[in-house]
């Protein structure tokens, strides 16, 4: 079932989501939560969903990025589902990325995403996974993981005249920011 995504300034996009108990995690309840996750992600052309981007207070996001039309210069990432999930930084470097956001219609802005990370955690079928991440994709994960502390790209923007609506960045922004993104690409592998 396709469900709302609730906008910035919706109180449930600020909560700190609560961990799922693990004997939990293939229940009816959790496995229909993420197919509706799934399907409202998809019918959006998100590249990414939290649970509590439709006002479910739970440590559940997925990610995907197939050819994304919101987001043409992404590399794939394959379906993956996050339950309880948690990042380990393992650079101090920093990228800067543009980001946008299915709670923050129209706008993208420019945040600073650590390029190599571990994530850890479980999968749908309450598998535990550890795996390494990089570059844009790494950011990918973070903007995820973020809202599951309540968190939006916009509190995470060093520098708040980055802001820019989608028209405004395809005409601006977007033809430079896509060599940055070749040059993360051909750094980091992805
Ligand atoms: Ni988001």
Redesign the pocket.
């Known amino acids: 079932m396709i469900r709302k995504i609730v906008q910035i300034g919706n109180p449930a996009l600020r909560q700190i989501a609560k961990a799922v108990n693990e004997s939990e995690i293939t229940s009816d309840e959790i496995q229909n939560l993420i197919d509706d996750l799934i399907e409202t992600m998809r019918n959006a052309n998100g590249a ?1 969903l ?1 649970a509590t ?1 439709i006002a479910v207070p739970l440590r559940i996001c997925i990610i995907e990025v197939n050819k994304n039309p919101r987001y043409p210069y992404k590399p794939d990432i394959p379906l993956t589902v996050l339950i309880n999930p948690k990042i380990t930084f393992l650079t101090d470097e920093r990228i800067s990325v543009y980001e946008g ?4 219609p129209n706008l993208r802005g420019q945040v600073d995403r650590c390029p190599e990370i571990i994530i850890e955690g479980f999968d749908r079928e309450g598998q535990s996974v550890n795996f390494v991440s990089k570059g844009i994709s790494a950011g990918t994960f973070q ?2 993981l973020d ?1 599951l502390d309540g968190l ?2 916009t509190d995470r923007m060093r520098d708040a005249s980055s802001l820019t609506t989608i028209d405004e960045f395809a005409l601006n922004n977007e033809e430079e920011f896509k060599k940055q993104v070749v040059s993360i690409v051909a750094h980091y592998g992805s």
């Open positions: 990414g939290a981007q956001c299915l709670s923050v903007h995820e809202h939006v790209f």
